[in-house]
T-cell receptor
Framework: GNSVTQMEGPVTLSEEAFLTINCTYT??????LFWYVQYPGEGLQLLLK?????DKGSNKGFEATYRKETTSFHLEKGSVQVSDSAVYFC???????????FGSGTKLNVKP | NAGVMQNPRHLVRRRGQEARLRCSPM?????VYWYRQLPEEGLKFMVY????????ESGMPKERFSAEFPKEGPSILRIQQVVRGDSAAYFC?????????????FGQGTRLTVV
């Protein structure tokens, strides 16, 4: 079946530190992969996506590469800011059934 | 193009009452998904609907919960005889049909409080 596993939080970093949030998946077909961000009191917003193997999604300094060989889609940012404090969700879309599967979310706290 | 609209944003119900949550998908989107989020927890899938059809309701509790997406009008998530444990944020998302790689677009959520 399909599932997404991401590292548990919270992750606490100082401003300008390097960020990695791990995400691995299992899928029966060829899924698309996504990272969403949720700020307090709000809904989820798409941060970036990748639709096939070796694609790199990027946005606002965040990057993630679709690694089929390791079934991973780790989120990285070279220098985090306080404003990046949020909950980050990794997700996959089953292309056959148009259904989305979400990880449990990782809370990021960035301290000044 | 307006985003996914959910209303109300906040809903307070007494135990035993009914809660009706509405979701208007983005224009042109025919797929709707409902998720529940408890405080400090992740998203729990509830139901996936297309117009006039329930595609997957594997995440819906068997009793008291129902969902519909009629041919005209918004999708409705209905919770009958609410209990304290139903207090949560309920998110709706939509996506278009026939576009395989597109993401789900989320609404701002309805925060249900049962008192």
């Amino acid at each position: 079946g399909n599932s997404v596993t991401q590292m548990e939080g919270p992750v606490t970093l100082s401003e300008e530190a390097f960020l990695t949030i791990n995400c691995t998946y299992t899928a029966t077909g060829y899924p698309s992969l996504f990272w969403y961000v949720q700020y307090p009191g709000e809904g989820l917003q798409l941060l970036l996506k990748a639709t096939k193997a070796d694609d790199k999604g990027s946005n606002k300094g965040f990057e993630a590469t679709y690694r089929k060989e390791t079934t991973s889609f780790h989120l990285e940012k070279g220098s985090v800011q306080v404003s990046d404090s949020a909950v980050y969700f990794c997700a996959l879309k089953d292309g056959n059934f148009n259904k989305f599967y979400f990880g449990s979310g990782t809370k990021l706290n960035v301290k000044p | 193009n307006a985003g996914v609209m959910q209303n109300p944003r906040h809903l307070v119900r007494r135990r035993g009452q009914e809660a009706r949550l509405r979701c208007s998908p983005m224009k042109g989107h025919s797929h709707v998904y409902w998720y529940r989020q408890l405080p400090e927890e992740g998203l729990k899938f509830m139901v996936y609907l297309q117009k006039e059809n329930i595609i997957d309701e594997s995440g819906m509790p068997k009793e008291r919960f129902s969902a519909e997406f009629p041919k005209e009008g918004p999708s409705i998530l209905r919770i009958q005889q609410v209990v304290r444990g139903d207090s949560a944020a309920y998110f709706c998302a939509s996506s278009p049909q026939g576009v395989q790689d597109t993401e789900a677009f989320f609404g701002q959520g309805t925060r249900l409080t049962v008192v």
